[in-house]
């Protein structure tokens, strides 16, 4: 999100996107190494400021457990019942699920996992499709890391159109 | 380097490789936002320990114009002269370039820039080609950002084989 949306603020003539990275701490360290701090804490995000929200996944038993919480589901329910979007990455999109955004809407996650994140998906009332990217009802999932670079530009493509996308698409190279 | 080659430490059947990340400060912060902390400092790097220089582009005036620095080249000296490979994305082969390591070499780098990036390769001896992803004499260039995955990935068929590309893409879903 941040090396994609950070070329709107660098090109002068396309639109402009924030991102505002949150977390349920203050430093966050991947599980394989990368680092972030959060700008702002979960309870500390004002929904209605959003468009979208993007949670990318995780690895069970290393710290992605934390995403199924009350305050997750209640941010991704009051961002889309405002009209915006909901991107996930692999086991991102099982808190959406939990949250009850998915019922009978169509869905994909992160198929290799000691968990079971297809029963999961299913037990949200999921139709789970097995396409690498999913998009209904303004939520995106797409099945492994590999495809979020596509995720992140098809969300500015719905944000902002696809002249931004195709300018920035140039810039990186895409 | 840390979201693909963490996987090699994640899946226990397959070859372990480890990343070290270094910097010339011990806190990093990406034009775009994104923080590293290196594990070492540049002073800090005993090459002979190392089989590949991994060297991301940047932005010039926002930090990259460090790289343009006598312990980088001497870095990349020494892991290439001891039959190590050299990995760069972007405006990453400037500094190889200027290292003395692409005379009579192919080599490619970033298209759009206030900086003449095409000229700086050419004033290095490198032969300046025109495609996403050039390999010559263990030396990987690519023009842009989304070319980073696959560079990673080739990098580690060089120094691990196919057969481990295959095992992180499947879970990569790449």
């Keep these: 999100m941040l090396d994609v949306f950070g070329w709107t603020q660098y090109r002068k003539h396309i639109l402009k996107a924030?991102?505002?990275?949150?977390?349920?701490?203050?430093?966050?360290?991947?599980?394989?190494?990368?680092?972030?701090?959060?700008?702002?804490?979960?309870?500390?995000?004002?929904?209605?400021?959003?468009?979208?929200?993007?949670?990318p996944g995780g690895f069970h038993g290393h710290g992605f457990d934390e995403a199924y919480d009350a305050r997750i589901y209640?941010?991704?329910?009051?961002?889309?019942?405002?009209?915006?979007?909901?991107v996930t990455m692999c086991v991102g999109i099982l808190p959406i699920a939990d949250a009850g955004l998915l019922k009978g809407r169509r869905a994909t996650t992160y198929p290799y996992s000691r968990h079971d994140n297809i029963t999961r998906l299913q037990a949200g009332g999921a139709i789970v499709v097995d396409d690498p990217v999913v998009v209904d009802n303004r939520i995106i999932s797409c099945?492994?890391?590999?495809?979020?670079l596509e995720v992140v530009l098809l969300l500015m493509e719905m944000l902002m159109g696809g002249e931004t996308v195709r300018e920035v698409r140039k810039y990186m190279l895409s």
Tied chains: 1, 2.
Excluded: K, M, Q
């Design 74 to 86: 209640e941010l991704a329910r009051h961002i889309h019942h405002n009209g915006g979007y909901i």
């Design 143 to 148: 099945r492994g890391p590999a495809a979020s």
């Design 18 to 55: 924030r991102v505002t990275t949150a977390g349920f701490h203050r430093r966050v360290r991947g599980r394989f190494g990368t680092l972030a701090e959060p700008d702002l804490l979960i309870n500390d995000i004002r929904p209605a400021r959003y468009g979208a929200l993007v949670l």
